[in-house]
């Protein structure tokens, strides 16, 4: 069973960062191998401060530039589905 859920785990792992790669990468840094992506995006120490309307990532620019990890945010975002607009009837 253990092994399974390990299997499961890699899996759901590689086709995240095959996503990020393929549809949220900007073109600077879409060479980026799978393990430069979980070691710059993923495994990095980052302080996450909230507020009313929104959230802010500290995180060190050694890591990933601002630029880019603003940029790959920002695709992330576009990829989300539309909101429909609801219609009253009556």
Known sequence: MDSQVRRQHFALAYNLGNFLR????PKAVKHWSLTTLRERLVKIGAKVVTHARYA???IAEV???R???GAIVERIQRLR???VAVVPSG
């Open 22 to 25: 393929r549809l949220a990468l």
């Open 56 to 58: 802010i990532f500290q």
């Open 63 to 65: 890591a990933v530039p």
């Open 67 to 69: 630029k880019v990890f």
């Open 81 to 83: 589905r539309p909101e």
